[in-house]
């Protein structure tokens, strides 16, 4: 994810907001605890996992599938997905692993959510074929996507098919720096059970944000490839989530993006480790495959 790339992490200030005030109400409805933890990576391309997958390798996605327990899968952001393809997907993966496809750009870029039913039931009833394989759906907007917009979504989201569970992002700062549309529009969200997507990326400080507007937690990290900066900011996350699973906190989606080719260690592997330490849990931790690539692959 090029979004707020930097060329100097040093100089960008990685501390975190304060929780909204409805963070407490919004997590204080789940009185089970948590349900669901999926940690993954952005692709399971061999061309972005460098030095994860074993020689010879017969499948990318049987083999990923079997190291992590999720993928936020940008395929179908390019692409509308059809059931077949879907299903070959599927079939390739254990019974507990998730995808979370992101929304197509015919929706999302093109259209802009406009005259859009006809894509949306294309792309749900496809979705739909992972049947229990199924994580959330995510919808992404455009940089430029502004509040002026904000008819649209609400439009959007009120015809969204409940049956498939929803996570939205919004990127442009607008949205942001007015308090009155921002509570508007995240309202919109709790009252739907839409999930407020966090972006954690290191230029774009100005839209990260820590409002919950559902028991689930879903977080897209954007690694600034300084191993130091990059493992302190996922100790942070553990802290953040820590204090809201005592609150009631149901679910963690947790996804890192980070250039391989800059910062050969695994961020995602060490955030399941620190993780499973931190709260006792056994998520499985992705094993080194490729014996010529130094230890310190995995943190």
Known sequence: ??????????????????DHARNREVLSKNKEGIKNIAVGCPTWSKSNLIGFYPKPLKD???????????????ATYYKMPSAEQINTWKNKTPKDFKFFPKITNSISHY???????????????????????????????HDNYKPNDYERLEIFIKKWPQEVPLAVEIRSKEWFVDEEIYNKVTQLFEDYNITNIIVDTPGRRDVLHMRLTSQSAFIRFVACNNLDLDKKRLDDWITRLSHWKKEGLQNVFFFVHQNYELTPTFLSAYFIK??????????????????????TLFG
């Open 60 to 74: 990318e996605l049987t083999y990923y599938s079997r190291q992590f327990d999720a993928i936020e899968l940008n």
């Open 1 to 18: 994810m090029n979004f707020g790339k930097v060329e100097n992490p040093l100089d960008i200030n990685f501390s975190f907001p304060k």
């Open 111 to 141: 259209r802009r959510l406009i005259n859009v039913d006809d894509l949306v039931t294309q792309f749900a009833t496809s979705v739909l074929e992972f049947g229990e394989r199924l994580g959330v759906v995510f919808l992404q907007l």
């Open 274 to 295: 620190e993780l499973n330490i931190s709260w006792k849990t056994k998520i499985l931790i992705p094993q080194l495959a490729s014996t010529d690539i130094s230890p």
